[in-house]
């Protein structure tokens, strides 16, 4: 494919039909359903998601980053079937699949990380909760510093460390209370007050804010972060669960300036689509966890579930050899330029083109517009999301993303932009 191919109006009759049934059986807060939006996806391939209604989009979003080397690669879904026909279920904990093991193995040889040990999860969340309670054992200290515009998830530890006030207000009365929030690259001085004064264990950190807007710190301010910490006696944590596995033209994105962690949370791309997730660190820190002697601390029924960690072997297997980390570089030089070119032809609404690799923001000066070009871009077969306060609109699209692909994509967004100066 080389362009969306629109069959009905967008959200088509069946799309619709679901939304219905969806407003009747899920819980409100979940999916946003509106008249324009969404669509329900039936299948995907490489970049391309095809409808219930046999629409074919356009996804520069990677389903939120996740399908780093494409939707359904034949390789991912080969594997999910060859385990599935051996041992879909293990106990994690337990008696573990063979799988687990060699995934483990697998991820430590591949991060930044000397010796590195691993704890498996389910998804971005858990692994910052593990990484949380690795620090709070290793270090003997309650507090966390993280950064204004951070995301690490939901779940109440990650989000006690996530910044945003509307998903923490509802709840405040039962957050945790252990984080504190800083600018994210402020100044060594604010760091260095910060870390004197709040009993810090653990300072947690997005090498590049995804969530909050694709925000790249400015340079030196990483390997600051790594100098104060080692100086304070603190644990770093790096949340690479959107900028690592590849997404930002290294495989992660402390590589870039070669500033190595303590504690390493990974997720979304690993698992080729399947849920699975690690926090890593070197055998020094893990050892602050006791050996086991027969109950976990820190476990969960599907931990190491095989399928995922079969998926997570093949999709590691692919970006490895068709080095996607590489073409994540390439690729989004190329995406950057042409997105450059965009802002040139519209000084007056596009303020700034950000990010790095495959992982770039196209920043707005009315969160209006940029709100207006996500839903107009659906209707006209291209899937983006907003980021940030919804004035950025991001483009995290699966690493596999030809030149055509990203031609197709500017080209609509131009004729957007066109139609509604
Ligand atoms: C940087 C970062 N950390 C953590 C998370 C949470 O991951 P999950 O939604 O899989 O729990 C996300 C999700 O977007 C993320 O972008």
């Not at 507090?143 to 996530?162: I, K, M, P, Q, R």
């Not at 109950?295 to 599907?302: G, I, P, R």
């Amino acid at each position: 494919m080389t362009s969306p191919r629109l069959l009905t109006p967008i959200p088509g009759p069946k799309s619709r039909d679901l939304a219905a049934r969806l407003r009747r059986s899920e819980s409100p807060n979940v999916t946003y359903l509106a008249n324009d939006f969404p669509v329900f996806w039936e299948s995907a391939s490489a970049c391309w998601v095809t409808d219930v209604d046999g629409n074919v989009f356009l996804d520069l979003t990677a389903a939120f980053g996740v399908a780093g080397v494409g939707h359904s690669h034949p390789e991912v879904v080969a594997a999910i079937q060859h385990q599935a026909t051996r041992l879909i279920h293990g106990m994690g904990d337990v008696h573990p699949s063979d799988v687990k093991v060699s995934l483990c193995e697998r991820i430590a040889q591949r991060v930044p990380l000397p010796s590195a040990q691993v704890i498996l999860g389910l998804n971005g969340g858990d692994a910052i909760e593990a990484a949380l309670k690795t620090a709070a054992l290793a270090t003997k200290r309650r507090g966390v510093l993280a950064f204004e515009g951070g995301y690490h998830g939901l779940s109440y530890g990650a989000l006690d460390a996530t910044f945003r006030d509307d998903f923490k207000a509802p709840f405040r009365a039962q957050l945790g209370a252990f984080t504190t929030h800083r600018p994210y690259g402020c100044s060594r001085e604010q760091i260095e007050a910060a870390l004197a004064s709040h009993e810090i264990g653990a300072v947690l950190v997005e090498p590049i804010q995804g969530r909050g807007g694709i925000v790249v710190p400015p340079d030196g301010w990483l390997a600051g972060l790594r100098e104060l910490c080692t100086a304070h006696g603190a644990l770093l944590i790096f949340d690479e669960i959107f900028t690592g596995w590849g997404r930002t033209g290294d495989w992660f994105a402390c590589e870039h300036e070669e500033v190595i962690p303590d504690v390493l949370c990974i997720g979304k791309a690993m698992g080729g689509g399947l849920p699975i997730s690690a926090c890593v660190a070197g055998r020094d820190v893990m050892s602050a966890w006791p050996i086991s002697t027969g109950e976990a601390l820190h476990t969960s029924t599907f931990l190491g579930n095989p399928l995922a960690c079969a998926a997570a072997l093949a999709a590691t297997d692919v970006m490895a050899r068709e080095n996607l980390p590489m073409r994540a570089r390439e690729m989004g030089a190329y995406f950057t330029q042409q997105l450059q070119a965009l802002q040139t032809s519209y000084p007056n609404r596009i303020a700034e083109v950000r990010g790095r690799g495959l992982m770039l923001g196209l920043k707005f000066f009315s969160t209006a517009d940029s709100l207006d070009l996500v839903t107009r871009a659906l209707h006209s077969g291209l899937i983006v999301l907003p980021a940030g306060d919804g004035s950025v609109i991001e483009f995290v699209p699966p690493l596999v993303i030809t030149r055509d692909e990203i031609d197709c994509a500017v080209g609509i967004l131009n004729h957007l932009l066109q139609s509604s100066r």
